[in-house]
């Protein structure tokens, strides 16, 4: 296969194959559409298109397919052959400008929450330039954007940009007023780490909860879980080692940059960590790492969980979204500069994430709302439900300087110099780390941690980015007003500590002294579950901000809380029958035969040894009979409250149940169950269970 600098990026159509294939005229008004958005004339789309074509068929390409990102959270393609009929019989390979830029898929399937009325079935598709067109079998993926014909967004990629344009905007009006003329975009970066469990397909294959639910539903605690910590960063097992170099490759001819990858906490838990990228490539990427994964374990024979909680008990999966965002001439702006004027400017977009984390933690914490990732949150691990900022020492001690007029007395390193004239230098310190924080500061960026594994990273990025536009908004409108530029911004960056102190949190958030600490004291918001904070999507405050930015219309909007509130309902509903199924086609059954076999062997040993006791199986028998009783009531229970579903007068009722009575009840069910299971013979046990999943690849 030759070295990876060969065939890295084999499979995409990046700048090299434009500019090589090409003409200088046209790679040029390509290059102006990607760097500066502006608009494709149709004869450099033609041009485009046949220089795609040609070079998909040259790689063994036969169709094509307008790849795009709708709300069900994975990716959706509908291919199409390249072949056009010839008037001599023959075929030719043909694919046309307008071709490459919209598409019409059949829309009516997918979610759009009501915005698309039935009778405007279709959808349009429409290329997105800035992120490259790659080959995934014998198909020529063309990212795209995805939006009903009344203009609404039916995806995720739409507000995504939408967002970034609105962060560049803001941020250009800031980096003005510091007197920097030359860049002529801001970008937001993201290099998202990605966690995931492997198991066996074998295992997997005997849980219907994994096949269906992709989680365990059932599971005691195995004998040896995580708690030796003899897992993380530990020596990698020879199968997981052929899937990660396996991956790496795949991954790699994609123009994916893979770069690390490791053991986790948890037992067949791993990550996967890519160099960062431009947020709207990152998401793009992401998807299809996560894609790919599942394809290559397959042919490992092994399944790739990308559930945020596959097993109770144990470490669940999530994904660091590390963000930062920079200018086109690669100033990274969240990392403290060597001149007191480059840290002046640094404290202001540092103050406009803080503000924009405590203004919106609402929309934070929306932005990756699942089920699924509601086992990790406002559980006991992870990231807690409430969001806060972790700073680190030296970053907390100057703003606590700038915010009492003290000096700033640091070591050495962090001499105290008149910024601009006011604010103090200090120098970058990425020492400090702080684990248990949903919201980092890491020395150059923020790492966003509370992102479920399986979450596409758009939802939290549009917020990201939203919410620092709008405070850098607030602050270019009152700073290009100002008389008097150094004093207002001393008082602006005062002001915002001021105002948003209590967001900041150095110690332990997985305390919980904290958890109290932070609702009871500081009023930060604590919404445990998606049912609790989808609902907030549309307050006021929110609504004015997104659409005031243009990231989201109000109707897309109400799409978009009725679509995940819905996923929310559907998701545990599957689970709760996926329990009430199993419970009565296995593991009750199960239960049952071999309390009846202990209960026979028993009267066979009395018949053959008179006074033999039979205290043991006694004992067992009479056990696994009480647990048998409470599992009937409590399958029983369970079943009435998914049937109370039915009596929700609209989507938000319906999530309340959900969270109030069907997760409760499905709770108290497997409870007994996992009781039964230590106590049941292993060959009378219906399914693998934890020991066995988790100890299973060698
Ligand atoms: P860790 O968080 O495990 O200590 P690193 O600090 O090396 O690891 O970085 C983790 C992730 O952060 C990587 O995916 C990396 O690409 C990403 N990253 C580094 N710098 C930036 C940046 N400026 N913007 C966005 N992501 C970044
Ligand atoms: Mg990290």
């Not at 490459?100 to 330039?129: H, Q």
């Not at 911004?489 to 958890?515: A, V």
Request: charged share 25%.
């Amino acid at each position: 296969m030759g070295t990876v600098s060969d065939y890295f990026g084999s499979q995409v159509f990046d700048d090299r194959v434009m500019r090589s294939s090409l003409s200088a005229e046209v790679y040029a008004s390509l290059r102006k559409t990607i760097d500066e958005g502006k608009e494709l004339d149709i004869s450099v789309a033609n041009a485009v298109a046949e220089a795609m074509k040609n070079w998909a068929v040259s790689k063994g390409a036969t169709h094509f397919t307008h790849w795009f990102q709708p709300l069900t959270g994975i990716t959706a393609e509908k291919h199409d052959s390249f072949i056009a009929p010839s008037p001599d019989g023959s075929v030719i390979m043909d694919f046309s400008g307008k071709e490459l830029i919209k598409g019409e898929p059949d829309a009516s399937s997918f979610p759009s929450g009501g915005l698309r009325a039935t009778f405007e079935a279709r959808g349009y598709t429409a290329w997105d330039p800035t992120s490259y067109a790659f080959i995934k079998g014998k198909t020529l993926c063309i990212p795209t954007a995805f939006c009903s014909y009344g203009g609404h967004a039916l995806d995720k990629k739409t507000p995504l940009l939408r967002s970034m344009e609105a962060l560049s905007k803001q941020a250009l009006r800031i980096l003005r007023l510091f007197g920097n003329d030359t860049a002529k975009r801001v970008v937001s970066s993201v290099g998202p780490e990605q966690e995931y469990f492997l198991v066996t397909k074998e295992m997997y294959d005997q849980r219907p909860d994994l096949r269906f639910t992709g989680r365990t539903l059932f599971g005691a605690k195995p004998p040896k879980g995580q708690e030796l910590d003899d897992h993380y960063f530990g020596v990698i097992k020879p199968g997981v080692a052929a899937f990660m170099e396996d991956l790496n490759d795949e991954l790699w001819k994609l123009g994916i940059l893979a770069k690390t990858e490791h053991n986790e906490v948890a037992p067949a838990q791993h990550e996967l960590a890519p160099i960062y990228s431009t947020t709207n490539v990152a998401t793009d990427h992401n998807q299809l790492t996560m894609e790919i994964m599942q394809k290559v374990a397959a042919k490992h024979g092994l399944v790739c969980l990308l559930h945020e909680k596959p097993f109770a008990g144990v470490n669940g999966s999530g994904k660091h979204n590390n963000w930062s965002i920079a200018t086109d001439a690669g100033q990274n702006l969240l990392s403290p500069g060597d001149t007191p004027y480059e840290n002046a400017q640094f404290l202001l977009f540092l103050c406009a994430v803080i503000k924009a984390v405590d203004d919106y933690q609402d929309l934070l914490r929306i932005s990756v709302a699942t089920a699924g990732n509601d086992h990790r949150l406002g559980a006991n691990e992870a990231p807690p439900a409430v969001i806060s900022i972790f700073l680190g020492d030296e970053l907390n001690a100057v703003l606590e300087a700038i915010e009492n007029d003290t000096p700033y007395k640091g070591t050495e390193k962090m001499q105290m110099k008149l910024g601009v004239d006011v604010l103090p230098k200090f120098n970058r310190d990425t020492t400090d780390r702080n684990r248990t924080s949903p919201f980092a500061f890491t020395g150059n960026k923020f790492e966003f941690r509370m992102l479920g594994s399986s979450n596409s990273i758009a939802c939290a990025n549009i917020m990201l980015n939203s919410a620092v536009a709008e405070s850098l908004k607030v602050y270019a409108d009152r700073l290009e007003k100002a008389d008097d530029f150094k004093s207002a911004l001393h008082e602006m960056i005062k002001k915002t500590i001021k105002d948003h102190r209590r967001i900041i949190f150095n110690g332990n958030g997985y305390d919980d002294s904290w958890i109290a600490e932070a609702t009871e004291k500081r009023g930060l918001l604590n919404y445990r579950t998606t049912a609790d904070c989808m609902p907030h999507l549309l307050d006021d405050k929110n609504v004015k901000m997104l659409t005031g930015l243009g990231v989201f219309t109000e109707d897309e909007l109400r799409s978009r809380r009725d679509i995940m509130l819905e996923n929310y309902c559907k998701t545990v509903n599957i689970e709760a029958n996926t329990m009430i199924n199993m419970v009565h086609k296995r593991i009750a059954p199960a239960i049952t035969r071999f309390a009846a076999a202990l209960a026979k062997e028993a009267a066979e040993k009395q018949a053959f040894v008179k006074d033999a006791a039979c205290g043991y199986e006694k004992e067992l028998v009479e056990k696994l009979s009480a647990l048998t009783d409470s599992i009937n009531a409590k399958t029983h229970e369970l079943e009435e409250a998914v049937a109370g579903l039915a009596d929700a007068t609209d989507i938000i009722a319906e999530s309340a149940l959900i969270r109030d009575t069907v997760l409760p009840k499905m709770s108290e069910l497997r409870e007994p169950c996992d009781k039964a299971e230590l106590l049941t013979a292993k060959e009378y046990w219906p399914f693998p269970t934890y020991g066995d999943i988790l100890f299973s690849v060698r």
